[in-house]
């Protein structure tokens, strides 16, 4: 139950699993929140800055159409998700849940910063130290994730966000879509679905149909987000050749690392979270121990300059493919409009079963 009504916020008792009916406030939303302008669209939403009533105060409201899900836990998991990762402050907290006849209505904080890489682009003098100090909450916020039992499963830069235009803005890891309970990873028919955004998929996820894999997967996409935020490139894309990027992600030992103008602690550091064996890869609280986070460095004021030079051409191109996708996705779905099947296994989130 959200604060739009004048009851707390639900949390089952023990910290246990909250269920989608506990979570729906009653009535209309619009007796708590005030619709206002448009602000994104996603693959099955459409979000609207909405306002409460009570204080003006601004939010995200996320609405979607009953009709457009194939099955209804589509979305409620992602709730139920939220619900259980409320009260960290670097992860998007749920606020309220509304449903009507038609939609369903999920209020959350209103994220107005846009992303940590665009932020990253806009910084005079980039280093090391200021790097880490990026990476340090987004670690912080997906130990949480992990302790709560729950696998992101979509860690990449669009869903690293900042909450306001302010320079110390707090980032905020978002879009639960695809997250899992760690239990229910091997059941199902989606049992061990690949899914996420290729470039960020672990080896483990590729390697064969029902691979069992756990949430190590996030401790490498948050390995190759790092390894771009210090070297400028993504370790394994390529944007040619997909197929290329899949051998790169199983087979490329990133030897190249060697030659980059960075800290030894920072290669390190890099290797531990890129480890192509889940079973050797560091977890998250290892990861928070290395050295390179701990050690009072001496890199940390080393300019970074090239890589920040190579990062902004990086995301530079990130916005290009993301504008083109934008008009295929759009030219796609005008064809597609009698077929909403056809249109949903186009979804770039969840990519088929090799
Ligand atoms: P979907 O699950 O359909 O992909 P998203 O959660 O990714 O939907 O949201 C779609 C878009 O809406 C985002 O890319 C972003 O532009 C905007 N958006 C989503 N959540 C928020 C938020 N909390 N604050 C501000 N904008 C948001
Ligand atoms: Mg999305």
Redesign the pocket.
């Known amino acids: 139950m959200g604060s739009g009504s004048s009851k707390k916020k639900k949390t089952a008792p023990g910290g246990g699993r909250v269920r989608y009916r506990d979570l729906v406030t009653r009535g209309k939303v619009t007796a708590h929140y005030r619709p206002g302008r448009r ?9 609207y ?1 909405y306002s409460r009533v009570r204080d003006n105060k601004p ?2 409201a ?1 609405i ?1 159409e009953k009709d457009s899900l194939s099955n209804q836990e589509e979305f409620t998991n ?1 709730l139920e998700i939220l619900a259980h990762l409320r009260g960290h402050s670097h992860i ?1 907290e749920l606020e309220d849940v509304f449903e009507d006849k038609h939609k369903y209505y999920l209020i ?5 910063g846009g992303e940590l890489f665009d932020r990253i682009c806009n910084y005079g003098q980039y280093t090391e130290g200021l790097a880490k100090k990026m990476i340090i909450p987004m670690l912080h916020a997906l130990q949480f994730v992990h302790e709560k039992q729950i696998v992101h499963r979509d860690i990449k830069p ?1 869903n690293l ?1 900042l909450m306001d235009g302010s320079p110390n803005a707090p980032l905020k890891i ?2 639960f ?1 695809v997250a899992c309970w760690m239990q229910e990873l091997g059941q199902g028919p989606n049992r061990y679905l690949k899914c996420g955004t290729p470039e960020y998929m672990a080896p483990e996820m590729y390697q064969s149909r029902f691979a069992p894999y756990d949430r190590a997967v996030d401790v490498w996409a948050m390995g190759c987000v790092v390894y771009i935020m210090l070297c400028g490139w993504h370790p394994f894309q390529d944007q040619e050749n997909p197929a290329k990027q899949q051998q790169n992600i199983l087979y490329d030992d990133l030897s190249s690392l060697a030659e980059e103008e960075i800290s030894d602690n920072a290669k390190h550091f890099i290797m531990k979270m890129l480890d192509k064996n889940p079973n050797k890869r560091w977890t998250i609280p290892q990861i928070l121990e290395h050295p390179w986070l701990c050690a009072n460095a001496t890199f940390d004021n080393k300019s970074l300059q090239t890589q920040h030079e190579r990062f902004k051409r990086f995301q530079h191109l990130r916005r290009l493919r993301k504008v083109s996708f934008a008009v295929l996705a759009a030219t796609r779905a005008s064809k597609m409009v009698l077929d909403k099947s056809s249109f949903k296994h186009d979804d770039p ?1 969840v990519v088929p079963m090799l």
Request: charged share 20%; net charge negative.
């Open positions: 602000l994104g669209a996603g693959n099955m939403a459409t979000v800055l939010f995200a996320k979607v992602e998007l959350t904080d209103l994220v107005a669009e966000l978002a879009d879509g989130k």
